[in-house]
């Protein structure tokens, strides 16, 4: 199955976001950052069930790709980014407390 998005980005023409759906997932997106197959905010959102910017409403076909998404090996993977996320917000918000901690110490 082939699923053709479209959405407004900040080029005047839309972007074309396609999703293959086959026995696995591969994407591809018409903008500056998809076209260097990178990925971009347009497919990140749509895998995630944000139809932010999409121009036609297709509700079945985002639930089509979002379900094609959970059941895919790269879920694995995304997971695994989130989690290391979480863990890096966690260090940052260590870091902040111990230079706190650093900069009271120094300045009594
Ligand atoms: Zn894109």
Not at 73 to 99: R, S
Request: overall charge neutral; proline content about 4%.
């Amino acid at each position: 199955m082939k699923l053709t998005f479209y959405v407004q980005g900040s080029a005047p023409n839309p972007y074309e976001l396609i999703f293959n759906i086959h026995d696995t997932l591969t994407v591809s997106c018409s903008c500056p950052a998809g076209e260097k197959k990178t990925l971009c905010k347009h497919i990140l959102r749509l895998i995630e069930g944000d139809t932010t910017g999409l121009i036609t409403e297709q509700p079945d076909n985002v639930d089509s790709v979002c379900t094609a998404f959970l059941a895919s090996d790269a879920k694995n993977i995304y997971d695994e980014w989130k989690h290391c996320e979480g863990e890096l917000d966690d260090l940052k918000e260590k870091t902040k407390n111990i230079k706190r901690k650093f900069s009271k110490a120094l300045f009594k």
